[in-house]
């Protein structure tokens, strides 16, 4: 067994989508690769069209706390958000039950969209459909990016929302399990979609987190959120043109970058390889090599 790259230093589930997370010390990898509770729940509006912070920016005053076991949510409006006072509920709990029960009138009273809850017990609803599991980056990523703009870590955890965080390897360790480079120039025939793929399933790109596997699919391209305030939503000036001018700089010599079309890119995608079992803070990261 390899030396381990790091330990487990933090896992963070995001119940429902596009609201606040919950760091736990323990987490459950489901069958597909996902972790239990993680996007389990999301809003939805009338129409069925998906109600998120990117479009809907008024979820970032929506401050949320779980009680998992009993599928509760307690909420409240951030007091720094820059909302009327029509539209600031007091902070109330609600149980999370699919269908305009539970908290959907609550958050429509912020937002003034009528609401939905749905629910998916088994694999959530995760950003990319095609890597259901958990995102993973360095401490020392979130830490590196929070120096550039000033931030907190709390806040920079909230705007790049990262479920699994790694102690001990340099920043942006992370891109060398998604992209890694390669010793000869690729040939016409590797330029598939996937050109670190193998039928071996553990390669270079595969990793461990205690007894569990995964296989990095790719480095996360981010959206608007994590250019705005986590409580107000107000903007950043010129977050991402920054982000990308200091990513650029920040890349490593043994990363591939080749397939990016931009670097506002943050933490790896994965894809699960083992079935389901526990995850635990302090657990040894490790690097499988290609049997």
Same mark, same amino acid.
């Given at each position: 067994m390899a +030396?381990?790259?790091?330990?487990?230093?933090r896992i963070t589930l995001?119940?429902?989508?596009s609201l606040d997370?919950? +760091?736990v010390g323990s987490g459950l990898v489901q069958a597909g690769g996902a972790l239990a509770n993680d996007r389990r729940w999301r809003l939805v509006d009338a129409e069925g069209r998906v109600v998120n912070a990117k479009r809907t920016p008024w979820l970032h005053a929506v401050r949320a706390e779980y009680d998992l076991a009993a599928r509760r949510i307690r909420l409240r409006v951030d007091g720094a958000a820059p909302l009327p006072p029509e539209r600031r509920p007091a902070a109330a709990e609600f149980p999370l039950v699919p269908g305009p029960a539970g908290p959907?009138?609550?958050l429509a009273e912020v937002l003034g969209l009528d609401l939905l809850l749905e629910e998916r017990a088994e694999g959530g609803f995760p950003d990319d459909r095609d890597a259901p599991g958990p995102t993973l980056a360095a401490a020392a990523t979130l830490d590196t990016v929070a120096a550039w703009f000033g931030l907190t870590g709390a806040e920079t955890r909230r705007r790049f929302r990262v479920n699994l965080e790694v102690a001990g390897p340099d920043a942006f360790w992370e891109d060398t399990l998604a992209c890694p480079a390669r010793s000869v120039a690729p040939t016409n025939a590797d330029m598939v979609a996937d050109p670190y793929a193998a039928a071996d399933p553990v390669g270079p790109r595969c990793f461990a987190v205690g007894q569990q596997q995964w296989r990095a699919t790719g480095v996360c391209r981010r959206c608007p959120v994590p250019g705005r305030d986590s409580g107000t939503g107000q903007e950043h000036?010129?977050?991402r043109e920054v982000f990308e001018a200091r990513r650029r700089a920040a890349l490593r010599p043994d990363v591939d970058n080749s397939t990016w079309t931009h670097t506002y890119r943050l933490a790896i995608n994965t894809v699960g390889l083992s079935g389901p079992g526990p995850i635990h803070c302090g657990d040894p990261v490790i690097v499988l090599a290609r049997r």
């Open positions: +030396d381990p790259a790091g330990r487990l230093a995001y119940p429902v989508k997370g919950v +760091d959907c009138a609550w000036h010129l977050f």
